[in-house]
């Protein structure tokens, strides 16, 4: 393959990034040679390593086939020879942001300790360690900072703001989207497993537009391995992407389907990879992203659950939580927990594409009773990456099945009691019927946009449908936007398409603007700046 490089200026650079010298190397077996001296020296060194003898170099890998694998970085040291030195491989990311706090997630590539500096105070790791979490405490809300971070003798300086007062009124704007695996079109549409130009293109327009936080519910990546470092090479490209508004702002993740790693058998089965503890999707998933731990534990205890004094299921910790920001609270769910990609789950048990088990529904409805009540709390958006309703490339699953309410999730050979359609209707009774502040779905899975309301004239059953149905109080939103890069679906005829408001197949960047009582919504493509659509949804 081919290696290109560049050198990377972080001071005073609101984005660093490689620029790429204009000549490359060959790799050859697994090595390429850059002549550092010669290359980059003189008129091409504007980082003034011939000064200091500390560079960033910033590479490119990409095989015979065109195929970008990775997209890293490697700090060096030393006028010639160069020495690789302590890098930070990942982020800065601003995570865990609160009106008072937020905390630094990042990658080394070596064992540390490193420090943040915010306001001539310095915050700092307790031991040597790879992946680094640093407290930032005691600030003021809605105040910008500036941060430095120290790894060796090296530092870099970024900025992020507090959120909004829990229960402020003032505005304040935010972004979603999802699905950004890996798309056609060659070159950045495929960074090894992830779309890193759409992504970049989101987070930049994000930060652009003045977005106190992004929301990314699930397909960070192709995924469906075997191998969580095959996993973990393919999120690694995609925070790459994310560190454009990540080292800003926070960017909070959510799982999909193609976050899944598997163990698989003969005969096409594929269940979630065991030891859950050590190599399950929800493991790594963990391990790569540092969300809040206030989600459920696992679906242990549930009346399905084997074994009562063994872990028998995965963790929800970071893959179901919530979080709230001035007058709004987000509850982000998991619908792909424990999930078996394999179509034969009655064979093997296990949970398909869409369910929402036991325990997890009991704490959606627990944290949505919990934040009713909550008088600094006048919105509450709950995201997902499957759909209730899907309109345009999985009407033959999500919350839907095609009508099929067999379909459900298996624990040790036995099926659960309710029906992939009545777990739907329950969810929906949540938060619609026991709900006065749930004001919309926020989905993904389908890789488009469109926004439908739900209300009581929708027609949401199979013809033969024998069971009770659900009446819907009060009129209610779901927005699916799977249009961050993924290979795009058209819109399909279901029963409930004359509810649907907007249908497009344009990537697209959700920006909302929480002004007191009122939402907007602005729809922007990425790539082009052109609106889809501008509107007032509350
Ligand atoms: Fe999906």
């Given at each position: 393959g081919t290696i290109y490089y560049g050198l990377i200026k972080t001071e005073n650079i609101e984005f660093p990034q490689p620029v790429f010298f204009k000549r490359n190397a060959k790799i050859n077996k697994g090595k390429a040679k850059i002549n550092i001296i010669k290359r980059l020296s003189g008129k091409y060194d504007f980082v003034d390593w011939e000064n200091t003898g500390k560079l960033i170099l910033g590479y490119r890998i990409v095989d015979e086939a065109g195929l970008m694998i990775y997209d890293g970085r490697i700090n060096l040291r030393g006028k010639g020879p160069f020495e690789p030195d302590v890098t930070m491989l990942e982020g800065p990311f601003v995570t865990l942001q609160k009106d008072y706090r937020v905390s630094i997630a990042f990658k080394t590539n070596k064992p540390v300790v490193c420090s943040v500096e915010v306001d001539n105070k310095i915050y700092e790791d307790d031991t040597p360690v790879y992946d680094h979490l640093i407290h930032v405490i005691d600030l003021e809300p809605y105040s910008e900072y500036k941060y430095t971070v120290k790894y060796g003798d090296w530092k870099e300086t970024y900025s992020f703001k507090t959120a909004r007062q829990k229960g402020s009124r003032q505005p304040f704007v935010w972004a979603y989207a999802s699905d950004s695996r890996a798309g056609a079109g060659g070159g950045e549409r495929e960074i090894y497993g992830t779309n890193y130009y759409i992504v970049k293109k989101m987070m930049t327009l994000a930060k652009a537009k003045g977005a106190n936080f992004f929301q990314f519910t699930g397909d960070l990546i192709n995924g469906y391995t075997i191998s969580p470092d095959q996993t973990?090479?393919?999120?690694?490209?995609?925070?790459?992407?994310?560190?454009?508004?990540?080292?800003?702002?926070?960017?909070?993740?959510?799982?999909?389907?193609?976050?899944?790693?598997?163990?698989?058998?003969?005969?096409?089965?594929?269940?979630?990879?065991?030891?859950?503890?050590?190599?399950?999707?929800?493991?790594?998933?963990?391990?790569?992203?540092?969300?809040?731990?206030?989600?459920?534990?696992?679906?242990?205890?549930?009346?399905?659950?084997?074994?009562?004094?063994?872990?028998?299921?995965?963790?929800?910790?970071?893959?179901?939580?919530?979080?709230?920001?001035?007058?709004?609270?987000?509850?982000?769910?998991?619908?792909?927990?424990?999930?078996?990609?394999?179509?034969?789950?009655?064979?093997?048990?296990?949970?398909?594409?869409?369910?929402?088990?036991?325990?997890?529904?009991?704490?959606?409805?627990?944290?949505?009773?919990?934040?009713?009540?909550?008088?600094?709390?006048?919105?509450?958006?709950?995201?997902?990456?499957?759909p209730a309703f899907p309109n345009g490339g999985h009407s033959k699953d999500d919350m839907w099945y095609g009508g099929n309410n067999d379909r459900r999730a298996y624990v040790a050979g036995k099926p659960l009691k309710k029906g992939i359609i009545e777990r739907r209707d329950e969810i929906l009774d949540i938060l619609i019927n026991q709900s006065k502040k749930c004001v919309m779905m926020l989905n993904g899975d389908e890789h488009n946009y469109n926004r439908m309301v739900i209300d009581s004239t929708i027609n949401m059953y199979p013809e033969n449908w024998d069971k009770p149905k659900l009446k819907i109080s009060r009129p209610f939103i779901q927005i699916t936007n799977g249009a961050a890069g993924a290979p795009y679906y058209s819109q399909e005829v279901l029963p409930w398409s004359d509810h649907v408001k907007k249908f497009s197949t344009l990537n697209a960047l959700m920006l909302f603007t929480i002004d007191g009582e009122k939402i907007y919504l602005e729809v922007v493509n990425p790539d082009t700046f052109e609106v889809i659509e501008k509107v007032c949804v509350k």
């Open positions: 973990n090479l393919e999120y690694a490209n995609f925070k790459h992407a994310m560190e454009f508004m990540g080292r800003y702002a926070p960017v909070n993740v959510a799982m999909g389907n193609h976050e899944v790693i598997m163990r698989s058998f003969k005969g096409r089965i594929s269940v979630d990879r065991f030891p859950y503890d050590q190599c399950s999707a929800e493991k790594i998933f963990a391990d790569n992203f540092v969300n809040p731990l206030n989600g459920p534990e696992g679906e242990d205890g549930a009346k399905y659950d084997p074994g009562a004094n063994t872990v028998d299921f995965p963790s929800y910790k970071e893959n179901a939580y919530y979080y709230t920001y001035g007058n709004m609270a987000m509850v982000v769910m998991n619908s792909n927990y424990w999930y078996a990609p394999s179509r034969k789950i009655p064979e093997h048990s296990g949970n398909l594409h869409g369910y929402i088990m036991d325990n997890q529904l009991k704490w959606l409805k627990e944290t949505i009773n919990k934040l009713e009540k909550d008088n600094d709390i006048d919105h509450i958006f709950v995201t997902l990456h499957t």
